[in-house]
């Protein structure tokens, strides 16, 4: 089944605690991205990923890193988390970076930082 | 630059009843227009989307949506509503010439009543 999976679907951390959370299609999709979901926002684009080795800042990035080592996989990673990092994170592919391609959105990760 | 505006954060009808949910964008180059649906606990998924060739465009579920440029619009409608459409929905906009960085509304959450 064509999918992309997010590990851990909820997690409740410290402030501080550097952590990571995965991110998987197999699609063969060339783009995917990182956002955030807090309530009466919608969702803003953390990172995004062209393709392999090639990734870029979208609109709220700081406190956060990517990186894209393979095409499949696109890690999110929290070195410091704060409490203020507390929301709701959706992984996405795309075929291509083209503005007329739909995503395809993981299930989410529920992220608590206390 | 692009920007959207989801005109109401909350729409309630009644099962059976028409479903309007408004979206107003601002593009500087050609737009491409999606609806997301989202429904609780679940990642989101297409609806419908235009990418500059029929203005108005059939999606999944019933639903669609109506590209007007004068206007600047891509409501979203559905002639008669149903319990299982309760769900957040989103408006996105993309535009060709600028960074590849999807524009999401804040949502519109849809409440139906029996």
């Known amino acids: 089944e064509a999918q992309v999976t997010q590990n851990p679907r909820y997690l409740i951390t410290v402030t501080g605690k550097k952590l990571t959370v995965t991110c998987s299609q197999n699609m063969n999709h060339e783009y995917m991205s990182w956002y955030r979901q807090d309530p009466g926002l919608g969702l803003r684009q953390i990172y995004y990923s062209m393709n392999v080795e090639v990734t870029d800042k979208g609109d709220v990035p700081e406190g956060y890193k990517v990186s894209r080592k393979e095409k499949r996989n696109f890690p999110l990673i929290l070195e410091s988390p704060s409490p203020n990092q507390t929301s709701l994170y959706f992984c996405?592919?795309?075929?291509?970076?083209?503005?007329?391609?739909?995503?395809?959105f993981g299930p989410g990760t529920r992220l608590t930082v206390l | 630059a692009q920007s959207v505006t989801q005109l109401d954060s909350h729409v309630s009808v009644s099962e059976g009843t028409p479903v309007l949910l408004r979206c107003n964008y601002s593009?500087?180059?050609?737009?491409?227009l999606f609806w997301y649906v989202q429904h609780p606990n679940k990642g989101l998924q297409l609806l419908l989307k235009?990418?500059?060739?029929?203005?108005l465009v059939k999606g999944i579920n019933g639903f669609e949506a109506e590209f007007k440029k004068s206007e600047t619009s891509f409501h979203l409608t559905k002639p008669s509503a149903h319990m299982s459409d309760a769900a957040e929905y989103f408006c996105v906009v993309s535009e060709s010439g600028g960074s590849y960085i999807p524009t999401f509304g804040r949502g519109t959450s849809l409440i139906v009543h029996p």
């Open positions: 996405a592919s795309s075929p291509r970076a083209r503005v007329e391609n739909e995503q395809f």
């Open positions: 593009s500087s180059y050609s737009p491409s």
């Open positions: 235009y990418t500059s060739a029929a203005t």
